[in-house]
């Protein structure tokens, strides 16, 4: 195969891994390392390293800088008001605990020269954004327990990277530049990191806010940059092009940048097409004549740092720190490793041979196979421990932005009869007050502002309805949180356009929510409704009592407003794309009074309750 025919079947089967791993509720890294395994050692239909040549080691390492960079854009320093003591141990004592427990592993369980152990130390402190995050995503963990994995694996990352170079720097290079050469590596490592990375961030910043960049050109300078800061920092030492983009990154992800929400979209997209055709290619460039020189040496290893290195670290670093048993236990248990340290492995090992210390023949076989031993095992086992241990947040709350009435009502009923949770947004106390009244979980402030956000616990959403008076905002709301809850998550009220003139004041269709309900279910006829007498009720559709049967007894004129699956999820009815109830199912619609004309100018008189009626047709739901 040509180098353009395996750059598209890495990229291809990158991507169809993501997928089958989205289908099948898997951890995509795994079916990365299947698939690069397949088409690599097992069926020899791709080796990257010989297609590619001397390009394949550069091309993995700006891939790397481009993860990393994209990983700080992602952490926020208000995470750390709830989990600051927890981070600030694991990036310092748990690093630290790590390197010398696993030094001391390699060297009496694994018969690793000691420089070589020492080497393996350094890197096995890594476990990296490239697999921490995809797990995160399936996992469904709480936010401050994510944060925990979150902010290890990036911090980590650069910091076991330098920390393998000056370890080799003092066993292999100390003799012709001395310890003052050494000292002087990490100061230039330092300096180049922080003082690149940050500054380049801070240039950056200066031209975002000051227009000196065009709003097309923003993400394009900022991927130039990245890797313009990651080439002149190793440039000047040697793996510290990790620490800079790492900082660019941090430093940019929390300036409160314009348009930051637009370069974090299209960096997630880039990163997630090189995470993962960097895992396959990977996996597929392993020798299986590497793999056989291991022994079981390297299996004690292997299980040594899984169930004893890494468990001590951290549960001894965490000691006297917020973090619950629970926490701990999963943090202690969960330590994947993923590119940096295979890509770290794969530079030093060839150094080590050169400079006579033949076990450093060894350092990249035993990377990879702690690297598909952690994946598998953490792969598999972090949300069944996740839910084991009670740090799951389960994704069916409903979240209303704007209260009236009308949402009051919704929301009873969605809590009181329906028995899914609800959070009631808004930032008037005035329009909050009946919610709050009725027992209404609310939440007063803007719904976009950042203190508000840090308060939510997001990954327990499962869908949110934009109903305020204002179609636009409605709009940027639903356009906020589509990244966060999906596209298809993000629920507004219809806009008002009914004549011809008022077509000018509806925003374009790509950045609005999805409608929900129905098209005349604006909000001003909402609330008409609701004073006419209108309720929401309820039915289950059973086996004996299906959709069709539910659509021949219901008002003609009742507005469906969702469907509750498994018994609390809540999910919103679209005109653009129905669902269809499924035997099991609960209907949530909006009914006119039986008694009463559909669209009287003025209720005459008070209308009675209706009757409930039996399970197997509509029900009244009291609102």
């Known amino acids: 195969m040509d180098i353009a025919e395996v750059i598209v079947l890495i990229f291809s089967l990158g991507v169809l891994a993501q997928w089958l791993a989205w289908r099948a509720h898997i951890p995509a ?18 080796n990257p390293s010989l297609v590619l040549g001397d390009v394949f080691r550069p091309v993995v390492s700006l891939c ?8 700080g854009l992602n ?25 010398a ?32 995050m995809p797990l995160l995503r399936q996992s469904h963990l709480n936010r401050r327990t994510a944060s925990y994995l979150k902010w290890e694996g990036i911090i980590n990352d650069p910091i076991g990277a330098l920390a393998a170079v000056l370890i080799f720097q003092v066993f292999v290079l100390s003799d012709q530049s001395g310890h003052g050469g050494l000292l002087s590596g990490l100061l230039i490592a330092l300096g180049s990191g922080i003082g690149l990375g940050g500054g380049a961030a801070w240039l950056l910043g200066r031209a975002f806010n000051n227009g000196t960049i065009p709003e097309y050109l923003k993400a394009p300078c900022t991927l130039a940059t990245v890797l313009v800061v990651y080439t002149l920092s190793n440039h000047m030492q ?16 929390n300036m409160d940048l314009p348009s930051m929400g637009e370069m974090r979209r299209f960096k997630e997209y880039i990163t997630l097409m090189l995470v993962s055709s960097v895992f396959v290619m990977l996996s597929a460039d392993i020798d299986r004549d590497i793999l056989n020189i291991l022994d079981w040496h390297a299996v004690a290893l292997i299980l040594a740092l899984m169930f004893i290195v890494r468990p001590a670290a951290v549960l001894i670093a965490t000691i006297w720190t917020d973090m619950r048993w629970s926490e701990r236990i999963l943090v202690a248990w969960i330590a994947p490793r993923g590119i940096v340290a295979t890509a770290v492995a794969g530079v030093f090992g060839p150094d080590l041979v050169a400079a006579g210390y033949e076990d450093g023949a060894l350092l990249a076989p035993l990377m990879f196979a702690l690297v ?5 095992s953490h792969g598999f086992s972090i949300g069944w421990l996740a839910r084991r241990l009670d740090l799951t947040v389960t994704p069916n709350t409903v979240l209303i932005v704007g209260a009236s009435p009308w949402t009051t009502a919704l929301a009873q009923t969605i809590k009181n009869d329906l028995g899914s949770n609800i959070i009631l947004v808004d930032s008037s106390w005035h329009r909050l007050r009946e919610a709050r009244l009725n027992g209404i979980p609310v939440q007063y402030g803007e719904i976009l502002s950042e203190e508000l956000q840090q ?20 709009a940027l709301v639903c356009r906020h949180f589509s990244q966060e809850l999906g596209p298809d998550r993000v629920f507004q009220l219809p806009m008002y356009a009914a004549e011809e003139s008022h077509k000018r004041r509806k925003v374009a269709k790509p950045l609005t929510g999805v409608m929900a ?20 009720s309820k039915t289950r559709i059973t086996s004996t009592y299906d959709w069709e049967n539910f659509l021949a007894d219901v008002s003609g004129e009742s507005i469906p407003i969702g469907v509750v699956k498994d018994g609390r999820r809540m999910i919103f009815h679209a005109p653009l794309n129905p669902i269809r109830p499924q035997p099991g199912d609960t209907v949530v619609y909006y009914a006119p009074p039986e008694s009463k004309p559909i669209k009287p100018p003025v209720p005459k008189k008070t209308p009675k309750a209706d009757k409930e009626s039996s399970s197997d047709g509509p029900v009244p739901a009291e609102a």
Not at 64 to 71: D, S
Not at 372 to 376: D, H, K, L, N, S
Request: negative net charge.
């Open 517 to 536: 309900f129905s098209e005349d279910s604006q909000y001003e006829e909402l609330w008409r409704r609701h004073f006419q007498g209108w309720s929401f």
């Open 238 to 253: 040697h793996e510290a092009g990790l620490l800079a983009v790492t900082v660019m990154g941090l430093w940019m992800g």
């Open 64 to 71: 790397v800088a481009v993860i990393l960079f994209e990983g």
């Open 29 to 46: 890294i795994v079916l990365f390392a299947a698939v690069g395994l397949i088409i690599g050692p097992i069926a020899g239909v791709v």
């Open 372 to 376: 598909f031993a952690t994946v598998i």
């Open 101 to 132: 427990l696993g030094s001391i592993a390699a060297h009496w369980v694994g018969g690793l020269e000691l420089p070589v152990a020492m080497v393996f130390g350094a890197i096995i402190v890594v476990t990296g954004p490239t697999v921490i």
């Open 75 to 99: 952490l926020h320093w208000h995470e750390l008001s709830s989990s600051a003591s927890g981070v600030k141990r694991l990036v310092t004592v748990a690093a630290v605990l790590s390197f």
């Open 455 to 474: 308060g939510l616990e997001l990954g327990s959403v499962n869908c949110l309805l934009a109903a305020t008076s204002n179609d636009a905002y409605n």
